[in-house]
């Protein structure tokens, strides 16, 4: 089984390669209200049987719905499975994988393995931080092919791996920055919608995975309850939507689904 959580697509597009590859159909999204009510929730899992956690990388952590999702949902026998962990990012993903051993574990769940994947960057909501020129957006989506085609041999083989690629100054950036950027930094109130740009169709509000957006008359309205994905940012077909001064002039990046 595959479980998979994404913003832009990244990580839907290497949990579906992931699947063809390990020849694995059972493929389930964290979405709606999977995220706002995990424990409501229950998957079949077996002895010997793999679970594949598949997320986005956070501030060099696991996304706080994640962490949730992994905490609260129940798995009948996924104490007797192996778990992996696929995380993509822009970058690098620091102790990303450390945290989330750490959560598994807290499951009386096994870890296995963990691994990265370099994709395009979504991150836009801070200064020096924008989305991969087209060049790059495309060959870090063609790479990611061999890649994924490699972590499905460690984890057919069952290799017990930590293959990621953790930056600089991981700890640090993992157990200080993590934290202050979940407080600081994934805040709803800094989206803005330019309403002369605006069109009023709708999709951030129909599309956002937490059902925080509201169309209040014409313009959304962000609620509290955010997973701070970028969906509705990189989603708006006419970028209307905006964090404050830190996104101004910056780029638009969703994975480009062909079905
Ligand atoms: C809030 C946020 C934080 C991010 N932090 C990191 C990070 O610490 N390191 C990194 O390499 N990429 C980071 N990224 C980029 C994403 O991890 C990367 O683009 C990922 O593939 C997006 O996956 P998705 O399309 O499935 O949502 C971040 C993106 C967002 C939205
Ligand atoms: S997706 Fe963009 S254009 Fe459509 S309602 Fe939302 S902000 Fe307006
Ligand atoms: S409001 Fe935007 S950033 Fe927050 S969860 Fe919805 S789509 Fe994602």
Redesign the pocket.
């Known amino acids: 089984m595959i479980i998979y959580f994404s913003g832009t697509g990244n990580s839907r597009h290497i949990a579906r390669l992931l699947g063809k590859e390990l020849n694995d159909n059972e493929i389930v999204e964290l979405t709606g209200d999977f995220l706002l009510y995990p424990e409501r929730f229950r998957l079949e899992s077996g002895e010997g049987q793999r679970v594949i956690w598949v997320f986005p990388t956070y501030s060099w952590g696991v996304p706080p719905v994640v962490a949730d999702v992994i905490a609260k949902i129940t798995i009948a026998g996924g104490e007797w499975a192996d778990h992996f962990m696929v995380t993509t990012c822009g970058d690098d993903i620091g102790k990303c994988h450390f945290q989330w051993r750490r959560l598994v574990e807290a499951r009386y769940w096994k870890p296995v393995a963990t691994f990265s994947v370099r994709m395009p960057n979504t991150y836009v909501c801070m200064k020096g931080f924008d989305v991969d020129s087209p060049v790059v957006a495309d060959s870090k989506i063609a790479e990611s092919a061999l890649r994924v085609r490699s972590i499905a041999d460690f984890i057919r083989r069952r290799v017990e791996i930590d293959d990621v690629v953790e930056g600089r100054w991981p700890k640090i950036k993992t157990r200080y920055i993590y934290p202050y950027f979940l407080k600081h930094n994934m805040n709803p109130e800094g989206f803005n ?1 330019d309403e002369s740009t ?7 509000a129909r599309n956002c995975p937490m059902d925080n957006i509201t ?1 209040k008359g014409k ?2 309205v962000w609620g509290v309850g955010c997973a701070f994905c970028l969906r509705c940012y990189h989603g ?3 970028h ?2 905006g964090y404050g001064n830190a996104t101004a002039g910056k780029g638009q990046y969703m994975f480009p689904e062909k079905s």
């Open positions: 919608v605006c069109i009023s169709c709708g999709k951030c169309l313009y959304p708006c077909p006419v209307a939507i």
